[in-house]
């Protein structure tokens, strides 16, 4: 079988974790040459890539969060005296 030290089994799962992110920011609508461009990366450049995807992954979560907290905000009723 394969002889792994720890660094290279991390690598591997941080490899493996970034294509799966990015596959599923393309599934989630980040379509078009920038979701496919980030697939390529996270398969192509092993660390670069997925660590890239990651980021995306965690901006994509925080604007989304950002974009509930203020559409919940505006559709609370108004208080007019």
Known sequence: MFDL??????????WLIGV???????RRGDRGPRGVAVILLAIAVPVVG???????????RTRSAHSTTRSTVQDLPHHRP
């Not at 030290?5 to 941080?14: A, H, I, P």
């Not at 799966?20 to 393309?26: C, K, S």
């Not at 990651?54 to 994509?60: K, M, S, Y």
């Open 5 to 14: 030290t720890g660094v290279e089994v991390l690598v591997v799962v941080v």
């Open 50 to 60: 997925s660590l890239l995807a990651l980021v995306r992954a965690v901006g994509r």
């Open 20 to 26: 799966v992110v990015a596959v599923d920011g393309y």
